[in-house]
C-alpha cells in the first residue's frame, strides 16, 4: 500500500452545497473527474462544469424518489476495492475506482429541530450517504473520504504539499471524521425515534457531539479535556457568542451554565441575576434594574463573589457593567450587551463577556448524563417547577403574600444548589445558601453563618437572615434543621415534605410560629 495517491475520480453527493462550487473547481483544475447525483450535479453543471452522473456509471436510473441511487455494486465496488488484490474482479464486472468521496448527509438533525412531523422526518434518514461514507473510511487505504465542509481547504492544502496526491496519514484521519459522523448520525435518529415511540429507557443508547474547543485542561492542569456541542438549539455556553476575554476553561464553562440555567428560572419581566462559584450560587436576587439585581445578589456573600461568574437574564447595560467590572469576575454571560458595556469590559481584558441572544426554557425537556464506572446514568433534565396553586400549608400559620413570594423565589434557587441544599431568602434576593453538606443541619448552620458575615461586612445591625424564608431541597428528617432555621431568624419554609417524622417536623415549625408549605417534589442535585 502506497503512502502518497493520486486522485483521478471523486464521487460528490452532498445535502449542504455550501463551498462546494469553488471546491469541485479546484478538483477539476487539477484533473480530477467528477461523479455526481441529482441536485449537486445539476448545481455543478450549470457552473459549467463536466460531471458525469453517477447513473451513467451504473446503468441505473434514480429510483423511488431518489432513495435508490448510489446503492449500487459499481458505486461500492469503485469506493472498496482494494487496488492491488480486486483488480481482476473490477476489470471482469467494469467496475472503475472511486478515489475520492465527497458526501454530507442529508439534514436530519435540522429537520427535527424544526419540529417536523414524524413522516418527514423518516424522509430525512440518509441511507446512501452513510453506506458510502462507511465504505470509504473502511477503504482508507486507497481511499479518501471527506464528509465535513470545513475540510474542503484542508484536502486542497494536503494536495498543494504532496504535488496532488494524498498521504495515508490524511486519509486516516479523515476516515475516522467520516466514522465518527456517522455515528453521531446514527444517534441523533436512535433518539428521536425512541422519544417519537414514548421509549424512555431504550435498550440502547447513544450520545455524539462536535467538538467546539480543546481546552487547555480540565477540572486540573493534569486532565486533558474538550468541549463539545450536542447540535441542540438550547441557549446557554454552548451556542453564546464570546465578545472578549482569554479562552474559557473546564470549570469556566462548567460554571457559566450552572448560572446561566439558573438565572432563566426567573421571568424577563423583571432583572434578575445570579452570581455563581465552583457550580453553586453565592447570590440571587432581582430587581428594579439589573444593577439593582447584581447589586442585591453581590451582596448576598460577597466574599464567595470574587472570582465568580455573573448570569444575567436582561440585556447588560453600562451602569451594570461599570459595577461588575469593580472586582475580578471570570465570566459574565447574558442574553445581549449593549455598547456601553461592551466598551467598560474592553478594559478587561481577561473578564469572558458572552451573549447568547436569548435565555434557555427550564421547563422544556432534555435529558442529561453522568458517567459512572462501567457505565453511564442518564435522566430527564430537572425542569420541575412549583405554582402557589401547588402548595400544601402543613403548619397553623400559613404564609402572608410577602413570605409566599420569597418561597417561590427561594425554591427556584434551591433547585440549582448541590445538595444538601439550603437557600435563606429576603425580599426576593438570597441573604444565606447551604450547599452540598452532608448533613442538613450543616448546610442550615453554614447558610446562617454566611448572612451574619454579611452583616458584619455591611455593619448592619442585625443578620439579613432575620425576618427570611428558607427553602430545602429535600424533606428535613428530624427537627433539628427546622430549629436551626428559626434560630437564624427565618420566619416560613418551604420543603417538599414526605419524611416518615414529618409530624414532628411540623410541630417544631409551630412551636417557633413559623409558616411551612410542602411542596411534594424534591429538587436533590448531585
Given at each position: 500500500?502506497?503512502?502518497?495517491?493520486?486522485?483521478a475520480?471523486?464521487l460528490?453527493?452532498?445535502?449542504?452545497k455550501t463551498?462546494?462550487?469553488?471546491?469541485?473547481?479546484?478538483?477539476?483544475?487539477?484533473?480530477?473527474?467528477?461523479?455526481?447525483?441529482?441536485g449537486t450535479?445539476?448545481m455543478?453543471?450549470?457552473?459549467?462544469?463536466?460531471?458525469?452522473?453517477?447513473s451513467d456509471?451504473?446503468g441505473?436510473?434514480?429510483?423511488m424518489?431518489?432513495?435508490v441511487?448510489t446503492?449500487?455494486p459499481k458505486?461500492?465496488?469503485?469506493?472498496?476495492?482494494?487496488r492491488?488484490q480486486?483488480?481482476?474482479e473490477?476489470?471482469?464486472?467494469e467496475?472503475?475506482?472511486?478515489?475520492?468521496?465527497?458526501?454530507?448527509?442529508y439534514?436530519?438533525?435540522?429537520?427535527?429541530?424544526?419540529?417536523a412531523?414524524?413522516?418527514?422526518?423518516i424522509?430525512?434518514?440518509?441511507?446512501?450517504?452513510p453506506?458510502?461514507?462507511r465504505?470509504?473510511?473502511?477503504?482508507?487505504?486507497?481511499?479518501?473520504?471527506?464528509?465535513d465542509?470545513?475540510?474542503y481547504?484542508?484536502?486542497?492544502?494536503?494536495?498543494?504539499?504532496?504535488d496532488?496526491?494524498?498521504?495515508?496519514a490524511?486519509?486516516?484521519r479523515?476516515a475516522?471524521?467520516?466514522?465518527?459522523?456517522?455515528a453521531?448520525?446514527?444517534?441523533?435518529?436512535?433518539?428521536?425515534m425512541?422519544d417519537a415511540?414514548?421509549?424512555?429507557?431504550p435498550r440502547?443508547?447513544?450520545?455524539a457531539?462536535?467538538?467546539a474547543?480543546?481546552?487547555?485542561y480540565?477540572?486540573?492542569?493534569h486532565?486533558a479535556?474538550a468541549?463539545?456541542?450536542?447540535?441542540?438549539?438550547?441557549?446557554?455556553?454552548a451556542?453564546?457568542?464570546?465578545?472578549?476575554?482569554?479562552?474559557?476553561?473546564?470549570?469556566?464553562?462548567n460554571?457559566?451554565?450552572a448560572?446561566f440555567e439558573l438565572?432563566?428560572?426567573?421571568?424577563?419581566d423583571?432583572p434578575?441575576c445570579?452570581i455563581?462559584k465552583?457550580a453553586n450560587?453565592?447570590?440571587?436576587a432581582?430587581?428594579?434594574?439589573l444593577l439593582d439585581a447584581?447589586?442585591r445578589?453581590?451582596?448576598?456573600?460577597?466574599?464567595?463573589?470574587?472570582?465568580g461568574?455573573?448570569?444575567l437574564?436582561?440585556?447588560?447595560?453600562?451602569a451594570?457593567a461599570?459595577?461588575?467590572a469593580?472586582?475580578?469576575?471570570?465570566?459574565?454571560i447574558a442574553?445581549d450587551?449593549d455598547e456601553?458595556?461592551?466598551?467598560?469590559?474592553?478594559?478587561?481584558?481577561?473578564?469572558?463577556?458572552?451573549?447568547t441572544?436569548a435565555?434557555p426554557?427550564?421547563?422544556?425537556?432534555?435529558?442529561?448524563?453522568?458517567q459512572?464506572?462501567g457505565?453511564?446514568?442518564?435522566?430527564?433534565?430537572d425542569?420541575?417547577?412549583?405554582?402557589?396553586?401547588d402548595?400544601?400549608?402543613v403548619?397553623?400559620?400559613?404564609p402572608?403574600?410577602q413570605?409566599?413570594?420569597?418561597?417561590l423565589?427561594?425554591w427556584k434557587?434551591?433547585?440549582?444548589?448541590?445538595s444538601n441544599?439550603?437557600?435563606?431568602v429576603?425580599d426576593?434576593a438570597?441573604?444565606?445558601?447551604?450547599?452540598?453538606?452532608?448533613?442538613?443541619?450543616?448546610?442550615?448552620?453554614?447558610a446562617?453563618?454566611?448572612?451574619?458575615?454579611?452583616?458584619?461586612?455591611l455593619?448592619?445591625?442585625?443578620?439579613?437572615?432575620?425576618?427570611?424564608?428558607?427553602?430545602s431541597?429535600?424533606?428535613f428528617?428530624?427537627?433539628?434543621?427546622?430549629?436551626?432555621?428559626?434560630?437564624?431568624?427565618?420566619?416560613?419554609?418551604?420543603q417538599?415534605?414526605g419524611?416518615?417524622?414529618?409530624?414532628?417536623?411540623?410541630?417544631?415549625?409551630?412551636?417557633?410560629?413559623?409558616?411551612?408549605?410542602?411542596?411534594?417534589?424534591?429538587?436533590f442535585?448531585h
Open positions: 500500500m502506497p503512502d502518497l495517491l493520486p486522485i475520480r471523486a460528490i453527493s452532498v445535502s449542504d463551498g462546494l462550487l469553488e471546491f469541485a473547481q479546484s478538483l477539476a483544475a487539477r484533473g480530477v473527474e467528477l461523479l455526481s447525483t441529482g450535479s445539476e455543478l453543471r450549470k457552473a459549467g462544469l463536466s460531471v458525469r452522473d453517477v456509471l451504473t441505473f436510473p434514480e429510483m424518489d431518489g432513495r441511487k446503492l449500487h458505486v461500492h465496488g469503485g469506493l472498496l476495492a482494494l492491488d480486486h483488480k481482476p473490477m476489470e471482469a464486472h467496475i472503475e475506482p472511486i478515489d475520492l468521496l465527497i458526501v454530507n448527509l439534514p436530519f438533525e435540522a429537520t427535527v429541530a424544526k419540529g412531523d414524524y413522516d418527514t422526518c424522509e430525512n434518514i440518509d441511507i446512501g450517504g453506506a458510502m461514507l465504505a470509504a473510511a473502511k477503504n482508507h487505504a486507497w481511499v479518501t473520504v471527506v464528509t465542509v470545513e475540510d481547504n484542508a484536502l486542497l492544502a494536503e494536495l498543494d504539499r504532496n496532488d496526491r494524498i498521504s495515508y490524511f486519509r486516516q479523515q475516522q471524521i467520516a466514522y465518527a459522523r456517522t453521531a448520525y446514527d444517534a441523533a435518529v436512535s433518539t428521536w425512541a415511540l414514548g421509549e424512555a429507557t440502547r443508547r447513544a450520545f457531539g462536535t467538538l474547543q480543546p481546552l487547555r480540565g477540572e486540573n492542569p486532565q479535556a468541549f463539545y456541542r450536542d447540535g441542540s438549539a438550547r441557549p446557554g455556553v451556542t453564546a457568542r464570546q465578545l472578549q476575554g482569554k479562552e474559557l476553561s473546564y470549570n469556566n464553562i460554571d457559566t451554565d448560572a438565572v432563566a428560572e426567573f421571568p424577563t423583571r434578575a445570579a455563581i465552583h450560587p453565592c447570590g440571587v432581582v430587581g428594579g434594574s447584581y447589586g445578589a453581590y451582596d448576598c456573600d460577597r466574599t464567595s463573589a470574587f472570582g461568574i455573573v448570569a437574564n436582561h440585556m447588560l447595560d453600562g451594570t461599570a459595577r461588575i469593580e472586582i475580578f469576575t471570570e465570566v459574565v442574553p450587551a456601553e458595556a461592551k466598551s467598560i469590559f474592553a478594559a478587561k481584558k481577561n473578564l469572558r463577556l458572552l451573549t441572544g435565555l426554557d427550564p421547563t422544556a425537556k432534555g435529558l442529561t448524563f453522568r459512572v464506572a457505565g453511564f446514568l442518564v435522566q430527564d433534565r425542569n420541575g417547577e412549583v405554582t402557589a396553586a402548595l400544601k400549608v403548619t397553623k400559620r400559613a402572608t403574600d413570605e409566599l413570594a420569597d418561597m423565589f427561594a434557587v434551591a433547585k440549582h444548589v448541590k441544599a439550603i437557600v435563606y429576603k426576593e438570597t441573604v444565606g445558601i447551604g450547599a452540598g453538606q452532608m448533613s442538613r443541619v450543616d448546610s442550615t448552620m453554614i446562617a453563618r454566611k448572612a451574619e458575615h454579611m452583616a458584619e461586612l455593619h448592619l445591625p442585625v443578620s439579613p437572615a432575620k425576618g427570611c424564608v428558607a427553602a431541597d429535600a424533606f428528617p428530624f427537627p433539628d434543621g427546622v430549629e436551626e432555621l428559626a434560630r437564624a431568624g427565618a420566619k416560613a419554609v418551604i417538599p415534605g419524611s416518615i417524622r414529618d409530624a414532628e417536623v411540623i410541630a417544631a415549625a409551630d412551636a417557633a410560629g413559623l409558616a411551612m408549605v410542602f411542596t411534594g417534589q424534591r429538587h442535585r
